[in-house]
């Protein structure tokens, strides 16, 4: 289940939820920019044995939230890895984790893009517990390739548009 909202990105992380519900707060629409919220839980399957998300799944919660972001701009993700012409491979992922998820924690994704080049994007993640405990901050960078020798490209217009919905 994914849902857009508008809502104030912070000059810095928040670290309490008294930070967090300030970030949260409705605001005129001169203090608002772009951010996409995903909401999903931590299900057995994502757990190590203890019942905590397995660290390197925190990646997959993102892209999960990426995902559903490139779809509700109305691209069709598997049309363009069928055809082939543009790939967006990731050439760095990092996660800052803050505080652990157990089975059955709900999870929201705050997603934005923090930087966008010629060639390449960033993309942030704050998770966030029950919509309000910070978890964990995944960065990932992408860049744009041909789909025959992986040469860079241009992000293409409407990739770039979609991106800059989220800064």
Known sequence: MWLLTIAQKPATLPTSEKQWA?????????ERIPMFAYETWVKLYDTDAAGL????NHFRVMHDAYEAYLTSCGFDIGEIIRTGDLLIPLVHAECDYHHQLNVGDR????????KISTHSFVLKANLLRDAETHVATVTTVHVCTDGSGGNKVPIPGNVRDALDGLR
């Open 22 to 30: 300030e970030v949260d707060r409705p605001r005129p629409a001169t």
């Open 107 to 114: 999870i929201t994704v705050h997603l934005t893009c923090d």
């Open 53 to 56: 998300l397995f660290f390197g």
